[in-house]
C-alpha cells in the first residue's frame, strides 16, 4: 500500500512563512492535494492538483510537488490559519497523510 | 451550492450493523464518485470507500475490505455505508465527500460528518 508521511507538529510566528511536508514514494508522479481542518469542522480542500488554489482559499497557501516531497506553504501565516492539515493522493483510493499540527505563536 | 448531509450515525453495540447515508444537492450527482472518509477522535483522516458515478468501480481500504458496504441510488442522490460486525475501533466521524479530478482524484466538498460510537 502507498504511504504519506507528514510531521506530527510545525510552529510558525504569526507573518512569517510555514511550510508542511508530505513524503511519499515518487509522489511527485501523482497529485498532491492538501486539506485544512479545525476543531470540530470538516476538512477544507486548500490545495488541489499539487498548486492549485479552489476558489476563496487566500493567496497566501500554496503549492509544490518534487521528487518524493510535496509542500505546502503558507506565507505570512495568520492566527486563522492555525489547524491540522493533511496532505492526500490517489493509488487505488485516497491516500492521506497522517496530519500535521500547525501552531502559530 | 454542493451540500453533503450524513446521517444514520448512533451508538451501535459491538458486533451489530449500521446503515449511514449521505444526501446530496447543488450538483450533479450522477456525475461524480463519492467517498466515505471516517476520523477516529483525536486521530487523523482515514479513506473507506468510493464508489464511481455509475458504480461499476468501487474500491476499500485494504485494512476494511469485509465489512464495508458502499452503495449508491442516482435517483434519490443518495450514497450509502453499510457497516457489519461493528468494533470498538469503528469508533469516529463518518464523513461522505465529492470526488473530483483527471489523472489524480481527490474529495472536494465534504459533509459535516455522522458519528459512529460502538461500544457496549
Known amino acids: 500500500s502507498y504511504d504519506l508521511t507528514q510531521p506530527p507538529s510545525v510552529s510558525v510566528s504569526p507573518g512569517q512563512t510555514a511550510s508542511i511536508t508530505c513524503s511519499g514514494e515518487k509522489l511527485a508522479d501523482k497529485y498532491a492535494c492538501w486539506y485544512q481542518q479545525k476543531p470540530g469542522q470538516s476538512p477544507v480542500l486548500v490545495i488541489y492538483e499539487d498548486n492549485k488554489r479552489p476558489s476563496g482559499i487566500p493567496e497566501r497557501f500554496s503549492g509544490s510537488n518534487s521528487g518524493n516531497t510535496a509542500t505546502l506553504t503558507i506565507s505570512g501565516t495568520q492566527a486563522m490559519d492555525e489547524a491540522d492539515y493533511y496532505c492526500?493522493?490517489?493509488?487505488?483510493?485516497?491516500?492521506f497523510g497522517g496530519g500535521t499540527k500547525l501552531t502559530v505563536l | 451550492e454542493v451540500q453533503l448531509v450524513e446521517s444514520g450515525g448512533g451508538l451501535v453495540k459491538p458486533g451489530g450493523s449500521l446503515r449511514l447515508s449521505c444526501a446530496a444537492s447543488?450538483?450533479?450527482?450522477?456525475?461524480?464518485?463519492m467517498n466515505w472518509v471516517r476520523q477516529a477522535p483525536g486521530k487523523g483522516l482515514e479513506w473507506v470507500s468510493s464508489?464511481?458515478?455509475?458504480?461499476?468501480?468501487?474500491y476499500y481500504a485494504d485494512s476494511l475490505k469485509g465489512r464495508f458496504t458502499i452503495s449508491r441510488d442516482n435517483a434519490k442522490n443518495s450514497l450509502y455505508l453499510q457497516i457489519e460486525s461493528l468494533r470498538a475501533e469503528d469508533t469516529a466521524v463518518y464523513f461522505c465527500?465529492?470526488?473530483?479530478?483527471?489523472?489524480?482524484?481527490?474529495?472536494?466538498?465534504w459533509g459535516q460528518g455522522t458519528l459512529v460510537t460502538v461500544s457496549s
Open positions: 492526500q493522493a490517489w493509488d487505488s483510493g485516497t491516500v
Open positions: 465527500a465529492r470526488e473530483v479530478g483527471s489523472g489524480g482524484y481527490y474529495p472536494d466538498y
Open positions: 447543488g450538483f450533479s450527482f450522477s456525475s461524480h464518485s
Open positions: 464508489i464511481s458515478s455509475g458504480s461499476s468501480y468501487i
